[in-house]
């Protein structure tokens, strides 16, 4: 039973049983004048006690090494630790799952290379992803890869998370904290203007040990990845740093005010979803923020209907408050397409992105 019992009860169980013994040694002495010569039993409790103690030390260390050897260069150490701790196996089987995935990438970065030493921008990328790294690890995230200036992370694998979306958000608010702390330090290595785009989705994805006889990674794959990546895209043409899906959103438990940007169409994709831009947290909404979002609900909620005069009042009203917000100038110039080419309700009111 030992090998398969907890540590503390691999102890208590035997003591249990020694004190178990002498009680017993006693009462058939006194009682019985019966003599009981248990030291061979003694001995061998003691014997399988220590072999138990050692074969699980040593199961525990070799199965900690193999989980570090096959997902350290993906997790944090805490959390192989506690995937050491689970009695659940893991492995890089391929299988299909919830998650959510994030990508993320700096703005105009070929411009910025294309000035730089080699030597410099190895330290520039070097000092950009350490800290990035370190809030995707200390969310409980698994790194992905890394592709030029390029991140790509996941939630809810290796170990299961009911949380990924939610974890996944406060991960990109972070990263875009951190980028603005580091506009200064980058300023000495010629870097001027530094800023990133982050794009979020959640869903069903395949993940496993993927690639060829010559290298494999551990990675996800599927339409909820190719999303992702087109909401990192989309964050340029929107003047936004940050975009998640309607999925996303869902599950992230109400804990996210978000502004709602569009219903669109992205390429590759047939069905068209809602994106959104985080804002904040919940807690951290001001007077101000629900103001503007009442507005837009109302702005948005006319342009559905293709009431074109009311929709254009508000969103030039809101262009006027917000004026170096694109989104706003976006949907001025749209109504005003759409009205022209004579588009009345009912219509779909989707967006078709044809680029990626």
């Known amino acids: 039973m030992l090998p398969f019992l907890p540590v503390w009860l691999t102890i208590l169980l035997p003591i249990g049983t020694i004190v178990g013994l002498f009680y017993l040694h006693d009462w058939l002495w006194d009682y019985e004048f019966i003599y009981l010569n248990f030291f061979t039993v003694l001995m061998n409790i003691v014997n399988v006690t220590f072999i138990a103690l050692m074969y699980g030390f040593l199961f525990e260390t070799r199965k900690r090494s193999q989980l570090k050897h096959m997902f350290g260069q993906y997790i944090p150490a805490e959390q192989v630790e506690k995937m050491s701790e689970s009695t659940k196996s893991y492995g890089f089987e391929g299988e299909s799952r919830e998650m959510s995935v994030l990508f993320a990438d700096i703005r105009n970065f070929t411009s910025i290379s294309e000035n730089m030493d ?116 989309s964050t340029k043409f929107y003047g936004v740093s940050f975009i998640i899906s309607e999925n996303t959103l869902k599950q992230c438990e109400g804990e996210i005010i978000c502004r709602h940007l569009d219903k669109v169409k992205v390429k590759g994709k047939h069905e068209a979803i809602n994106i959104y831009e985080p804002i904040c947290l919940q807690s951290d909404i001001t007077q101000e923020i629900k103001d503007e979002l009442g507005l837009l609900t109302e702005a948005q909620h006319s342009y559905y209907q293709a009431q074109w005069d009311e929709a254009l009042r508000i969103f030039e009203e809101l262009h006027l408050k917000y004026p170096t917000r694109i989104l706003y100038a976006l949907y001025i110039n749209r109504i005003q397409e759409l009205r022209a080419n004579g588009v009345t309700a009912p219509w779909d009111g989707c967006f078709v992105r044809s680029e990626k």
């Not at 200064?184 to 982050?198: A, K, N, R, Y």
């Open 118 to 233: 080699p030597t410099v921008l190895k330290k520039f990328l070097n000092e950009y992803f350490t800290p990035m790294t370190k809030s995707i690890f200390e969310h409980s995230g698994t790194i992905d890869k890394y592709v030029g200036d390029m991140i790509m992370a996941f939630w809810g694998a290796p170990m299961e998370n009911p949380h990924h979306a939610l974890l996944a958000v406060k991960t990109g608010f972070e990263m875009l904290k951190i980028t603005d702390g580091l506009k200064e330090q980058f300023v000495s290595l010629g870097v001027t203007d530094l800023h990133i785009g982050v794009g979020i989705n959640s869903g069903k994805m395949n993940v496993g040990d993927m690639g060829s006889e010559y290298r494999r990674s551990y990675t996800v794959l599927g339409d909820s990845v190719n999303l992702s990546s087109r909401l990192e895209s």
